[in-house]
């Protein structure tokens, strides 16, 4: 069982950056994969980013690559989102998944067990 809890969402102006960081309960966490998403309200949740388990293989919306980095920190059962250039469009909930993998990334919703309860990114023009 792994749970999960994000913080570093918060107000910002368009340009600005925000890192959103995901800390997970647990005994190992290398071998999970690790997805963010972020959803609007009245709209689907929508995949940002993910990194794989074991290698850190990572993978990007078209949306968001080369403004978003995705990262994780093992030993401290940690993964971060580093957002640059931040856009009023980038106004979310974002939210951190996880599911048991040391092969691969993934970008479905359905695909992960794991989810935390949200952060607000807010993000003025």
């Known amino acids: 069982q792994v749970q999960l809890q994000e913080s570093g969402g918060g107000l910002v102006q368009a340009g600005g950056s925000l890192r959103l960081s995901c800390a997970a309960s647990?005994?190992?966490?290398?071998?999970?994969?690790t997805g963010w998403f972020r959803q609007v309200p009245g709209t689907e949740r929508e995949f940002v980013a993910a990194?794989?388990?074991?290698?850190?293989?990572?993978f990007y919306a078209e949306s968001v690559k080369a403004r978003f980095t995705i990262s994780r920190d093992n030993a401290k059962k940690t993964v971060h989102l580093q957002m640059n250039s931040l856009k009023p469009e980038d106004t979310a909930v974002y939210y951190c998944a996880a599911k048991y993998s040391s092969s691969s990334y993934y970008v479905e919703r359905s695909d992960y067990r794991y989810w935390g309860q949200g952060t607000q990114v807010t993000v003025s023009s």
């Open positions: 647990g005994r190992t966490f290398r071998d999970y994969a």
């Open positions: 990194i794989s388990g074991g290698d850190g293989t990572t």
